[in-house]
């Protein structure tokens, strides 16, 4: 699909990842709403970035773990730009969640945002997609989908259903929506990383070191405009995975 004249619906598309991949995709000529929760300046300061390549841009507030708030931000961009024809589900959110738990807060919210949210976007835009009888659907999960990590047991879980639903909607869509995920390496630190950690992240990787937003946008762009894949997950994380091999076998 060529993204060029198409409408892109990013979630927690303002800041961070989501702010890199909504600008490629303005970039490349899609015009782009941009959903943020809590974000409202970001939002703005990036809608108003994308306009500059020459596109529409649309900011909506949304939970996306609302059903309800879902349907009317698919609603708000059906009436702007006619529908959405890509949609990425990038919106998570970071907090450890230890295991066991005494309050099961911190897990019903991180995984209402992964599976839910992502679940209410694509069953909210889907119709439109196939109406049409073309779609691209870019799910982002990261190495967590394949291996624990401590602490971080709703977010493992919710990356990894993700996976599940990415192979499960590009069988359910076929042959008119392509589904696809990309996993990021280390790209950004989160708040929590120190210049020890940092180091330590990029040493794991084979490239030794970090990766930027933009790589993970270039993929993006990869699964929108590659026609005969879909139902496949690009890791993009400078050979991480495979880090450890670096140093010894077995």
């Not at 490349?28 to 709403?33: E, K, Q, R, T």
């Not at 703005?44 to 009317?72: H, K, M, N, P, Y």
């Not at 702007?80 to 589900?89: A, S």
């Amino acid at each position: 699909m060529d993204p060029k004249g198409k409408t892109a619906l990013i979630t927690g598309g303002a800041v961070r990842v989501g702010k890199a991949i909504t600008l490629a995709l303005a970039e490349a000529g899609a015009n782009v709403v941009v959903n943020y929760n809590r974000s409202a300046g970001p939002a703005r300061e990036t809608t108003a970035a994308a306009r500059a390549f020459g596109v529409g841009a649309l900011a909506v507030q949304s939970d996306i773990g609302d059903q309800q708030q879902v349907a009317a931000m698919a609603a708000a961009a059906k009436t702007e730009f006619g529908g959405v024809d890509i949609l990425v589900n990038n919106a998570s959110l970071w907090m450890k969640t230890p295991f066991p738990a005494d309050n099961l807060d911190a897990w019903q919210s991180v995984t209402n945002i992964l599976i839910n949210g992502s679940f209410y976007c694509a069953n909210a835009v889907a119709p439109l997609m196939l109406a049409k009888g073309e779609g691209a659907i870019v799910n982002i999960i990261d190495l967590s989908a394949y291996e624990p990590w401590p602490d971080y047991i709703a977010h493992s879980t919710g990356k990894a259903a993700l996976l599940a639903m990415t192979r499960q909607l590009a069988l359910e869509l076929a042959p008119a929506v392509r589904v696809n995920a990309v996993a990021p390496g280390p790209v950004l630190p989160p708040p929590d990383f120190d210049d020890a950690m940092i180091a330590r992240s990029a040493d794991k990787t084979l490239l030794n070191r970090w990766g930027t937003p933009e790589d993970i946008a270039e993929a993006v762009l990869f699964f929108v405009k590659a026609g005969y894949v879909t139902g496949e997950a690009l890791a993009v994380d400078g050979g991480q995975r495979f880090g450890h091999r670096k140093y010894e076998h077995g």
